[in-house]
């Protein structure tokens, strides 16, 4: 049986477009220029590109990308939206777990929850974060956004659940305050109008453990802050309100 994550994005990239979480590109690569100091030399890898909302938008800015996913449905759609766009994006099918890049890129970026934390247990999520770190060359950086424990652990069990986890329609969803595992049963359509009931699992972590990710993956410096849809912002600092927090570090 195929994971959750495998089977939402199975004919899922046009209506993954109209959600509301992927309408922030413009100002999320404002960001991302920013932290590239507007060096169009720099090479990027986008891990869980999707339909490659913001490598395209990269690209039209004169950035060099190579976005990778595992999904094939998205693939395809991120490439005919690039041909839409008149610009060439390297779009990779790949499970992120076996990536094999060494020392090729100047940023990787990991946004919108594209393969880590939807994995099944701690050790495929962190096998993520280390293939992300073998990619970069030295000084490298990392952008990250995650989901952050700081808000179910703040905010009270009827709450949290009740703002719902997942895409479409939440029919059940539980969160174990020892793991930081949220577990949720949800309603998706896809884009041929077919309805699909999906188990889904996503980990949520507090930022002293991802502090103590990087620093094993041997990442220099590691800044953790409030993330917020289209408005990414070192200015930003992380409350018990953010429900994602936005993480730069550099190798």
Known sequence: MNPWYKELFDNYARTYDKEPFTQGTIGEVDFIEKELNFDKSKTILDIGCGTGRHDIELVKRGYKVTGVDLS???LQRAREKAKENGVEV???REDVRDLNFKNEF???ML???GAFPL?????MNFKILENASKALKKNGKLILTTLSALYPLYHSVKDFINSGS???????NSFNFITFRDTSTVEVTDDAGKKKILSCTEQY??????SWYLKSLNFKTIDIYGCELGAFSREKQLTTDDFEMLVVAVK
């Open 119 to 123: 994995m099944e247990t701690d050790e």
């Open 72 to 74: 094939e449905s998205q």
């Open 111 to 113: 946004i919108c929850e």
């Open 166 to 172: 997942g895409d479409g329609t939440t029919l059940t």
């Open 90 to 92: 390297k779009f990779i």
């Open 205 to 210: 972590y507090i930022p002293s453990e991802i």
């Open 106 to 108: 100047d940023l990787v």
